[in-house]
């Protein structure tokens, strides 16, 4: 659904709204809908976050503290670039699991 | 959990679900959410020092995830994202500076905590305010619709007085939808927020946010994504100052952003379902949150 079918209902008028109420009765299932997808995405992200940072904990920690202590530039840049690493790799994640979620669903 | 770079035992679920909810807000506001994250990192033990830099660095890695779901969304001015980035970081280093000269006077606490509450304060009556205005007038018919998208201002003198500022050089913000605007009056704004960024810490988007819809006239859905674009470059920039004189700890703002990547992308998401006023109006409250963290630092004198 394209989220500018959503808008039109949600509009700060509330004019869609209050006149074709049978519109928004039927935008409630897609919303509906969405909201389950995005739980299980949730639920099924939540897991694999956790083994994540179990293993970043376990095998990235004692290097890390050792950056800190001995090298600190270094530590700066693989700060920043472990950051913007793991962001761009949990936004692919989710867009896969929203992928997937979806796919499955259908 | 232990995490020995700050030496302080953590629980790594806590970690987890407070980068989720300061997620949610940062993509749905265009917030760093350093207002509630630094007095709960503080609370759950971890020195202050490493709190601000953990802060920003983690506040990073949200913002690349919330940016990239608005830059879909189509909202993201990356013109005025960029001009703003230089006023940010002059501003910045003024408030860090300004910090250094109270603290030489022995009043820094007071004058931030007073400074904090005040600002807090006003932007949260005056956002309720006017989005309850800009409500009531788009109900009225007033204004007409278009999405949430098309913005109403119940009140937007200012930002047709900084818009009519004719000072060289004045560039066109197509995204946002302006024609001509002084690059001056962004970069002002800009330096304005940067300013409370170096001196009331975090990413000041609770100051800038408001300030590029109420000054520039930026749209809010857009001021939302750009705010959050220009978040990485400023917050990147303070975490590497920080990052060097020891105050990052990246072990808890890797776990923190598992749970921020989520919530960030899901409040980014709910952008698309709600008009500015509405966006607007949620935000009101949470400038006032943070000067009652601060005034409550203030009166019993943890000041966090």
Redesign the interface.
């Known amino acids: 659904m394209h989220p500018s079918a959503i808008r039109k209902t949600d509009d700060v008028t509330g004019r869609n709204a209050q006149t074709s109420a049978p519109q928004s009765e039927l935008m409630k299932e897609p919303i509906i809908k969405t909201a389950r997808y995005l739980l299980v995405e949730l639920a099924m992200y939540a897991v694999l976050a956790v083994i994540y940072f179990a293993l970043v904990l376990r095998f990235l920690g004692p290097w890390l503290d050792g950056l800190f202590l001995q090298q600190r530039t270094y530590y700066v840049v693989v700060c920043i670039l472990t950051m913007v690493g793991q962001a761009i790799a949990l936004e692919r994640l989710l867009a896969a699991l929203s992928y997937l979620v979806r796919r499955g669903k259908k | ?1 232990f ?3 700050s030496g302080v035992h953590i629980n ?2 806590l970690l ?1 679900i407070l980068g989720f909810i300061i997620g949610i807000l940062g993509g749905f506001f265009g917030v760093g959410g350093s207002f509630i994250s630094g007095p709960s990192l503080f609370s759950l033990g971890m020195p202050y020092n490493f709190v601000v830099g953990t802060d920003l ?2 506040i ?3 913002s ?2 919330a940016a ?2 608005h830059r879909i ?1 189509g909202n993201i001015d990356l013109k005025l994202a960029l001009v703003m980035v230089i006023g940010t970081l002059v501003g910045s280093e003024m408030g860090v500076d300004a910090i250094e000269a109270l603290k030489k006077s022995g009043a820094v606490n007071l004058v931030v905590g007073l400074t904090a509450i005040v600002m807090f304060a006003g932007i949260s009556i005056f956002g309720a305010w006017e989005s309850w205005l800009a ?1 009531k007038k ?2 009225n ?1 007033v204004a007409d ?1 278009g ?2 998208k098309k913005d ?1 201002l119940a009140f937007d003198r200012l930002a047709k007085a900084f818009q009519g500022l004719a000072l060289a050089p004045r560039i066109k913000l197509q995204q946002s939808g302006i024609v001509r605007i002084s690059m001056w009056s962004i970069v002002l704004v800009s330096l304005v927020g940067g300013f409370f960024s170096g001196f009331l810490g975090g990413g000041a988007g609770y100051i800038r946010m408001p300030a590029m819809v109420y000054l520039l006239g930026i749209p809010t859905h857009i001021a939302v994504g750009t705010d959050l674009f220009e978040i990485i470059i400023s917050a ?1 920039y303070g ?2 100052r920080h ?2 004189n ?1 105050n ?1 700890d ?2 808890v ?3 923190m ?3 921020a ?2 919530g960030a ?2 409040g980014a998401k709910l952008t ?7 966006i607007r109006l949620a935000f009101a409250p949470l400038p006032l949150l943070g000067a009652i963290l601060v005034a409550n630092a203030l009166i019993t004198g943890h000041h966090s």
């Open positions: 959990m995490f020995p770079i790594p679920f987890g660095i983690h990073v890695g949200k690349i995830v990239r779901q969304l409500l788009h109900r018919g619709g999405g949430p109403v990147g975490a590497a990052a060097m020891g990052v990246i072990l703002a890797l776990v952003h598992t749970g990547a989520a992308q899901l698309q379902y709600f008009s500015g006023p509405w």
